[in-house]
């Protein structure tokens, strides 16, 4: 699903710094409380960020320990590294829809690079261009008549730290998502929120619907199957600088989303699948900080 946050980091450009991410990020606030919406009369509260803002470098240490338990030592974990480690966590969530169970997501790693590269549209269309999936993607940002068409309005000032756009990439090589994101960026002198989610407005939009069609391959071809609409789906992300190591940035990434059942046909693709696909990004993030 990383995809869908990197196609999603576009939409909006650069903004002023904010000092609370909360109070400059309504987005962001609402995935915490009251949540996303993941199926009937059911919603997923996101948690709070691992890494709050204004901690001492010995609070960061504990909290980075803390995240990686006994799978790795500190040393290890943030060491300036494309091939560092990564911890990831999967779960299963309560969802009301058995042919759509919901989903969490949430991995943490460090990055060495520069924090004011995350002002500069330029790095983030390299990441997001880094971030395509194997089966490539492709998208841009909706056009102000598109979303006057749709009564969608940017509240005037907001111009800079918010987006929608679609997206289009191949998940795991198994499912082409198609959909419509709403985007919304936060900043301060100590860290960078962006949080997105698939537009439920556009669930049934005769333009931009937000779908999935299943991937089979046989006989050296691919397949695309027929369209299905697909909802619940957000993320966040958020990077903090640390104050040591030198240059080293926390990065956490927590995503929630429905996962419906013809996707992989009932089998458990995400815990043997995805730990891989997440490794390549987590390292192609690494490298593009480092050019």
């Given at each position: 699903?990383?995809?869908?946050?990197?196609?999603?980091?576009?939409?909006?450009?650069?903004?002023?710094?904010?000092?609370?991410?909360?109070?400059?990020?309504p987005l962001f606030k609402r995935l915490m409380d009251p949540?996303?919406?993941?199926?009937?009369?059911?919603?997923?509260?996101?948690?709070?960020?691992?890494?709050?803002?204004?901690?001492?470098?010995?609070?960061?240490?504990?909290?980075?320990?803390?995240?990686?338990?006994?799978?790795?030592?500190?040393?290890?974990?943030?060491?300036?590294?494309?091939?560092?480690?990564?911890?990831?966590?999967?779960?299963?969530?309560?969802?009301?829809?058995?042919?759509?169970?919901?989903?969490?997501?949430?991995?943490?790693?460090?990055?060495?690079?520069?924090?004011?590269?995350?002002?500069?549209?330029?790095?983030?269309?390299?990441?997001?261009?880094?971030?395509?999936?194997?089966?490539?993607?492709?998208?841009?940002?909706?056009?102000?008549?598109?979303?006057?068409?749709?009564?969608?309005?940017?509240?005037?000032?907001?111009?800079?730290?918010?987006?929608?756009?679609?997206?289009?990439?191949?998940?795991?090589?198994?499912?082409?998502?198609?959909?419509?994101?709403?985007?919304?960026?936060?900043?301060?002198?100590?860290?960078?929120?962006?949080?997105?989610?698939?537009?439920?407005?556009?669930?049934?939009?005769?333009?931009?619907?937000?779908?999935?069609?299943?991937?089979?391959?046989?006989?050296?071809?691919?397949?695309?199957?027929?369209?299905?609409?697909?909802?619940?789906?957000?993320?966040?992300?958020?990077?903090?600088?640390?104050?040591?190591?030198?240059?080293?940035?926390?990065?956490?990434?927590?995503?929630?989303?429905?996962?419906?059942?013809?996707?992989?046909?009932?089998?458990?693709?995400?815990?043997?699948?995805?730990?891989?696909?997440?490794?390549?990004?987590?390292?192609?993030?690494?490298?593009?900080?480092?050019?």
């Amino acid at each position: 699903m990383n995809a869908i946050l990197l196609a999603a980091l576009a939409l909006a450009p650069a903004q002023p710094a904010a000092d609370k991410h909360d109070e400059q990020n309504p987005l962001f606030k609402r995935l915490m409380d009251p949540g996303l919406d993941v199926g009937p009369n059911a919603k997923a509260k996101f948690p709070a960020p691992t890494m709050a803002d204004g901690l001492t470098a010995a609070k960061q240490k504990e909290i980075i320990k803390s995240v990686i338990g006994t799978d790795y030592s500190y040393d290890e974990f943030v060491r300036d590294s494309v091939v560092a480690p990564q911890i990831l966590k999967i779960g299963d969530l309560e969802s009301g829809d058995k042919a759509a169970p919901a989903r969490a997501v949430d991995v943490w790693f460090v990055v060495y690079g520069d924090f004011k590269q995350l002002e500069d549209d330029k790095f983030l269309d390299k990441l997001v261009g880094a971030g395509k999936t194997s089966g490539g993607g492709k998208g841009g940002p909706l056009a102000p008549a598109d979303l006057a068409k749709r009564k969608i309005e940017i509240k005037k000032g907001d111009e800079k730290r918010e987006g929608y756009g679609t997206v289009e990439f191949d998940f795991l090589e198994k499912v082409r998502l198609t959909a419509t994101g709403h985007a919304m960026w936060s900043r301060n002198g100590e860290s960078v929120v962006a949080a997105a989610e698939i537009d439920p407005r556009f669930r049934d939009d005769k333009e931009f619907p937000n779908q999935w069609r299943s991937i089979t391959k046989a006989g050296g071809q691919t397949k695309v199957g027929d369209a299905n609409p697909w909802g619940g789906a957000a993320v966040y992300l958020k990077v903090t600088k640390l104050a040591e190591p030198a240059g080293a940035l926390f990065v956490e990434q927590h995503i929630v989303f429905a996962e419906p059942t013809g996707w992989f046909d009932g089998a458990n693709l995400l815990r043997s699948k995805l730990p891989i696909a997440v490794q390549d990004n987590v390292r192609t993030m690494r490298k593009q900080f480092k050019k």
